[in-house]
């Protein structure tokens, strides 16, 4: 060994020198790679393999294989993200992630429902965490509105969660 290089220098550097080649990873070993970290949708998983596909493999029929294996699922992707998202922004914004992300149609209506239901109470909290304290005066109400907004909650639940927090004397 030459002096003052690590045994991993040997494997790991010059191409000429001692290198030791990684295998190929298959396309599909990747996708059920990147599936085990977390859900993915169909397009979002679609993008991402598409920059190692060789010429002749077929994105398209591994996800379809995936799909009917059950290792893919738009619903649990859309699950998935509402939870990771519900509980810091609010409808618009967690709708519009889901379309960006190819969600629509049966899947972004089943959601959309779910989501309406506590609206306002997430909007309560999301303005607990932030602020605390009720707004002294037209400015500050209007500042702690339009953080919600930006949050993506709606009017109808920005005005509901200012009058609860306001009932609820905080």
Do not use: C
């Not at 996708?31 to 169909?42: I, M, P, Q, T, V």
């Not at 799909?67 to 939870?83: G, I, N, P, Q, Y």
């Amino acid at each position: 060994m030459e002096q003052g290089r690590s045994p991993l220098f040997l494997l790991s550097g010059n191409p000429g020198q001692n290198a030791v080649q990684k295998p190929a990873v298959s396309l599909k070993a990747r996708a059920l790679r990147y599936l085990s970290a977390r859900e993915h949708s169909r397009a979002e998983l679609a993008k991402k393999l598409a920059r190692y596909a060789q010429e002749g493999e077929d994105v398209d029929a591994l996800l379809a294989e995936l799909e009917a294996a059950k290792f893919l699922s738009e619903e649990r992707f859309a699950e998935s993200l509402v939870h990771r998202r519900a509980t810091r922004f609010g409808n618009s914004r967690i709708l519009r992630e889901l379309q960006q992300h190819g969600i629509d149609g049966d899947a972004l209506a089943g959601v959309r429902v779910g989501l309406d239901q506590d609206e306002a109470a997430r909007a309560v909290e999301v303005w607990r965490k932030k602020f605390d304290r009720l707004p002294s005066d037209a400015t500050e109400r209007a500042k702690q509105m339009r953080f919600l907004q930006q949050r993506g909650f709606s009017h109808r639940a920005i005005q509901a969660a200012l009058r609860a927090v306001a009932d609820a004397g905080e």
